[in-house]
């Protein structure tokens, strides 16, 4: 079975722009949750969503957002992008919800650096 | 303060040593993991707890719920497990929540 597959690997923007990256999850696998990680703040929930639904979201400004599609591939955006942004970001793909204890897979990760 | 603390931060051992890496978090959770994330960071979710103790290979996974700790151990430690050992909750916001990270490193 393929594992979580995150797309692109690195990517560079310039402060401003926006920026779109993409999740495909385990086939069969409902739950996607997006997370940020920097060497100052570590590892970040970022936001979780369930059968096309959002479930969670951490406490990020309203300029990260995302979605889920009906075949369970996600995609979160961040628009006019800082400095600040610059991060590791994660997604990771569960049979189920977060909140029901199922196990989460990690993908990759894309790298963002923004200048 | 921290919801999860780890320690310690980084721990620097001989191949073949007994390694222990410490979690304690100070909220009710549903469920705790440890995670394994090599350079270049891919994470692995090596264990996911509620209670007890679990095994697989050479690392085993010990909860105690009512002290709030967790702890993970490496028996006959290896290079190759050199990596950022990180321990993560859930509570009831349903949200995963990150310690900062052990450090581990396994000299030959």
């Known amino acids: 079975k393929a594992g979580v597959t995150q797309t692109p690997r690195y990517l560079i923007k310039t402060r401003g722009q926006q920026v779109t990256l993409s999740c495909s999850p385990i086939?069969?696998?409902?739950?996607v949750s997006w997370y940020q990680q920097t060497p100052g703040q570590g590892l970040q929930f970022l936001f979780e969503?369930?059968?096309?639904?959002?479930?969670n979201k951490g406490n990020f400004p309203g300029r990260f957002s995302g979605r889920q599609f009906s075949n369970s591939r996600s995609e979160m955006n961040v628009s006019t992008l800082e400095l600040g942004d610059s991060a590791l970001y994660l997604c990771?793909?569960?049979?189920?919800?977060?909140?029901?204890?199922?196990?989460?897979?990690f993908g990759p990760g894309t790298r963002l650096t923004v200048t | 303060k921290n919801e999860v603390e780890q320690s310690p931060q980084n721990l620097t051992a001989q191949e073949g040593e007994f390694i222990t890496i410490n979690c304690s978090y100070s909220?009710?959770?549903?469920?705790l993991h440890w995670l394994q994330q090599h350079p270049g960071g891919g994470i692995v979710s090596l264990f996911m707890?509620?209670?007890g103790k679990k095994k697989h290979g050479r690392l085993i996974a010990t909860i105690n719920i009512q002290e709030k700790h967790s702890s993970l151990h490496i028996t006959a430690s290896h290079p190759r497990d050199s990596a950022v050992y990180i321990c993560?909750?859930?509570?009831?916001?349903?949200?995963?929540?990150f310690g900062t990270g052990t450090r581990l490193t396994i000299i030959p």
């Open positions: 707890l509620s209670s």
């Open positions: 909220v009710g959770i549903s469920a």
């Open positions: 969503y369930f059968s096309e639904t959002q479930r």
């Open positions: 086939s069969g696998h409902r739950s």
């Open positions: 993560a909750v859930i509570a009831g916001n349903e949200k995963l929540t």
């Open positions: 990771a793909s569960s049979l189920g919800p977060s909140g029901a204890n199922y196990e989460q897979y």
